[in-house]
């Protein structure tokens, strides 16, 4: 059963240019999401969409078949989805503990732990942690919000291929171990076959590849 | 986590901005509270004046046409004699000094009387039949009759006359020399009537008549005699016999007109038969400083929080913009607006509550050195009396002559003398009115006062630098940072 709706839902920029044109989408929990596009075909406005940081013109985005405008945008951000970003967006004056604690609703040392921090690495300033690090502290931040939905701009954009590779390794496992829907908007080839399913957005329109 | 923890890790973690924040709110606190303080001290000041001053109005029996109890008779060799059939009598003072606000009276009227006595005589020449003429005056207690308290006389042996004495007098040293009379004498008095009475007080004159100048008999300071008013009834006969004027003491002149208005309604005075002068002058003198102060003051506590707001306003505006992908972050998080407006004015409280507390130090070394810098701008300055000197150092005047003053006549000597032998005298240089002072402290309750004015200040000025970021969307911010 889809635990997210994307239905009919229509886009466009404040110069009037539109971006996306009824989109229709389902999303179930446990599974990985990849969405590919080039650049300017509106994945991260999609995303933004789900993730409630904006509202379509048109069309509904359900959660458990509920319009997310019905209880609020920033009930729906911090009940129902986590956002991961490509920047990290991690708050600089915090240590990796007090990152993940912000919305935390369980304890966050194991989550990091079992993202590779070491006791020594999740005291220290934010700032001073590699890129890879610091998005692992971001997606430690989205697990312990324990939503059932982790939405992830572009996670690797930032990193090498190794360190990318650890990363898919930590979205497939929370789609699949800890039963989460993670949508993951990505223009890498190789994140995007890790994907149990894959969504093209071409001309403002969905296709399942 | 807690918008109180998430505040505490920024104060704590971004110590630059923390400590000139912490600078900037020091100065505006400072600013507050030494302004705060010198309008409390000068309000203090100003009551304190006006108990010191006091301020007074009299009540006089009107003889002109006004007054339809007032009579004039002449005798045969054309002497006119006024006088009124509603005098001020004991029971009208009684009734006026049930206002509140009157702290004590004095009441006098004066008769001419021939005596028993060898008076001192005057120099400008008078007919025989006048030239054992004198006063006497019938008061309820010499204590506070004009004479004593402005220490022209002072008592020197036996008592004041006081209320309800019957039969008594308060003569003058010199009279009493003169006429070998002592404590307890008897004397005659006469007018309609005779009447026969005690010596129980005896003056002296701390302020003689000014000599060469032209004074009658019956005005000499010497000849003076002081009175009960059951004496002058006596003396009076079936006559009216009341007082002339009576002088009210107030303890706050800034409420004179108020009393006055309030003594005006007494319908059981018939006021056609009275004036009413007030004198508040000398409060009104010594206080005018002291208002300028206080308005001065409120209007730099005014000035001081407008800017401090928008100085504020400004710095965290300012600070706002580098805060704004913190912000998105907070908002993509799901963690609402008012959580967020509301961590960033708790930033500022921790702080403020440091700086307005060390404020306290820094506002007590101020406001002192202000209240009376402001004072002095505001006081009319005043000529020095030739010859005082009020500086000296080492016993030496600036100009290197020495001084000796007595009784304010100065006397100069040569250098040389100065050298062998200077014993500077000061005497005690009177000022006729009482300076105004302002003695600043702060105190606790100026602190509530700034705590509550800051808080104020702090809340609009987060509120007003919030606005801009908090108008934006989410998604607008975060396309922002990125």
Partial sequence: MAILEVNEIQYAYKNGQPVLSDINAEFEAGKMYAIIGASGSGKTTLLSLIGGLDIPQKGAILFERENILQRGLEYHRRNHVSLIFQSYNLIDYMTPIENAELTAKQNVLPILERLGLTDEEVKRNVMKLSGGQQQRVAIARALASDTPVILADEPTGNLDEDTAGGIINVLKESAHELNKCVIVVTHSNELATQADIIFQLRYGNLYTI | ?482
């Fill in chain 2, 1 to 482: 986590m807690g918008t109180t923890k998430r505040a505490f890790l920024y104060v704590t973690r971004k110590k630059g901005k923390s400590i000139l924040l912490f600078f900037i709110l020091l100065v505006m606190a400072t600013f507050v509270l030494t302004g705060l303080s010198i309008a409390k001290s000068s309000q203090e000041a100003q009551r304190n004046l006006r108990e010191a001053l006091g301020g007074e109005f009299q009540m006089v029996v009107d003889l002109s046409d006004n007054n339809p109890y007032a009579k004039k008779t002449v005798d045969n060799e054309g002497n006119v004699e006024l006088y009124t059939e509603y005098p001020i009598t004991r029971e009208i003072i009684d009734t006026v000094i049930t206002i509140n606000g009157i702290k004590n009276y004095s009441a006098e009227t004066h008769t001419f009387v021939y005596t028993n006595l060898d008076i001192f005589p005057g120099n400008v020449p008078m007919k025989a039949e006048y030239n054992n003429l004198i006063y006497a005056w019938s008061v309820i207690d010499t204590q506070n009759n004009n004479f004593f308290q402005s220490e022209k006389f002072n008592l020197i042996e036996g008592n004041h006359i006081t209320e309800n004495e019957k039969n008594v007098a308060v003569i003058s040293n010199a009279l009493a020399e003169k006429n070998g009379l002592k404590l307890g004498d008897a004397i005659s008095i006469q007018s309609d009537n005779t009447a026969t009475v005690k010596i129980i007080g005896i003056y002296e004159i701390l302020k003689p008549d000014p000599m060469y100048e032209n004074i009658v008999t019956y005005e000499k300071a010497e000849n003076q005699i002081f009175i009960d008013f059951q004496t002058l009834q006596n003396l009076f006969g079936n006559m009216p016999a009341g007082f002339e004027s009576v002088t009210f003491d107030v303890f706050d002149p800034a409420q004179l007109d108020h009393i006055i208005s309030d003594v005006k309604n007494l319908s059981s005075i018939d006021w056609r038969a009275f004036e009413v002068i007030t004198n508040s002058e000398t409060y009104l003198e010594a206080a005018a400083p002291l208002q300028k102060v206080q308005t001065l003051v409120t209007t730099m506590i005014i000035v001081i929080a407008i800017v401090s707001a928008i100085i504020l306003s400004l710095v965290l505006t300012m600070w706002g913009r580098s805060r704004i992908h913190e912000t998105g972050v907070f908002l993509s998080l799901g963690i609402a607006k008012v959580n967020i407006i509301s961590q960033y004015l708790t930033e500022v409280l921790m702080i403020a509550v440091f700086a307005f507390g060390f404020s306290y130090v820094t506002s007590n070394t101020v406001a002192n050195q202000l209240a009376n810098g402001l004072l002095q701008q505001t006081t009319p300055a005043r000529e020095e009396p030739t010859g005082i000197v009020t500086q000296l150092k080492d016993g030496y005047s600036s100009d290197g002559i020495s001084i000796s003053i007595k009784d304010g006549l100065a006397l100069s000597d040569t250098p040389q003398q100065q050298k062998n032998n200077v014993d500077v005298e000061i005497s005690a240089v009177e000022t006729e009115t009482e300076e105004a002072q302002i003695h600043t402290t702060v105190s606790i309750y100026n602190v509530l006062q700034l705590y509550i004015i800051g808080i104020a200040i702090i809340i609009l000025s987060v509120g007003a630098s919030s606005l801009t970021i908090m108008r934006l969307k989410p998604r607008e911010i975060l396309s922002k940072m990125s």
